[in-house]
């Protein structure tokens, strides 16, 4: 997305509708690592859990005004946006008043596109937006899903994997037929792997076989310093950038852009 020649912005929506997948972990982690490359990063907060708010350092007292009054109109970007740790990375917060934005955003206009809209000022001013979207289906990753180019979906490496996803890609695809006929799969990361687990191996094998390349190569182990690292209100690339756990996350931005080159072509 671009507009009056400046630079295109791309928007990914981070989602799975199971909870403790290491969703907002990577929503946190691959904007670190892509803001590390010098791509600028706006990175927004649609849980009202506000995990991601909170691993990037944005204090409760902080969030007062939040990304549910972009949602509802009250808001724009500019008075929301907080700058982070990380140049060249800044973040949207979550709030507690969204966990009640989708019986707001049921009785309003133009319900679905209300996320889209309010990111149009920053079309051309980053690089990249991502959406770390709440664990269901519901009107909020309905907007973010609406507003993306395309969708990441972190998948933990357990027995009942599979089935959960291919609820969210039957979503992606009434998505696509409704709302956004542009909206791609991005990619599935395996996330929370130990490869000492043959449960672990089995599901990884059974999601490539399934999705092919879709699945990125990069997978994200088990580590405890991804673990210890957002109760210190960082990043773990910031927290411990030797460990297992970011250099995966780095490897990761690396097969994202490469990917997102290709998608923003159309190849």
């Known amino acids: 997305m671009?507009?009056?020649g400046k630079k295109p912005t791309r928007v990914i929506a981070i989602a799975n509708q199971k909870g403790g997948v290491g969703k907002t972990t990577t929503a946190i982690n691959l904007a670190t690592a892509m803001a590390a490359t010098k791509k600028t990063v706006l990175l927004i907060d649609l849980d009202p859990q506000g995990n991601?708010?909170?691993?990037?350092?944005i204090a409760r007292d902080a969030r007062d005004v939040n990304s549910y009054h972009v949602l509802i109109g009250e808001a724009?970007?500019?008075?929301?946006?907080h700058d982070t740790e990380i140049p060249g990375l800044r973040v949207?917060?979550?709030g507690v008043d969204l966990s009640g934005a989708e019986i707001e955003l049921v009785d309003m206009a133009r319900r679905e596109v209300r996320l889209s809209e309010a990111l149009k000022p920053a079309m051309g001013v980053y690089d990249y937006v991502l959406i770390d979207c709440p664990p269901s289906l519901n009107l909020l990753t309905l907007n973010a899903l609406v507003a993306a180019n395309s969708v990441m979906v972190p998948l933990q490496c357990e027995f009942f994997a599979l089935?959960?996803?291919?609820?969210?890609?039957?979503?992606?695809e009434a998505i696509r037929k409704g709302f956004n006929p542009t909206l791609e799969l991005q990619g599935i990361v395996l996330t929370m792997f130990d490869k000492r687990n043959n449960l672990t191996e089995q599901v990884a094998a059974d999601v490539r076989e399934f999705f092919g390349e879709k699945v990125y190569k990069t997978v994200i182990p088990r580590n405890v310093r991804i673990s210890e690292a957002p109760s210190y209100g960082k990043p773990v690339l910031i927290y411990d950038h030797k460990c297992a756990g970011s250099e995966a996350?780095?490897?990761?931005?690396a097969e994202v852009l490469k990917r997102e080159i290709s998608l923003s072509k159309g190849v």
């Not at 991601?52 to 350092?57: E, H, I, V």
């Not at 089935?163 to 992606?172: F, N, Q, R, Y």
């Open 2 to 4: 671009a507009e009056n």
């Open 52 to 57: 991601a708010s909170t691993g990037l350092g």
């Open 92 to 94: 949207v917060p979550s």
């Open 76 to 81: 724009g970007l500019a008075e929301t946006t």
């Open 249 to 253: 996350y780095i490897h990761l931005a």
């Open 163 to 172: 089935e959960g996803i291919s609820h969210l890609v039957k979503t992606i």
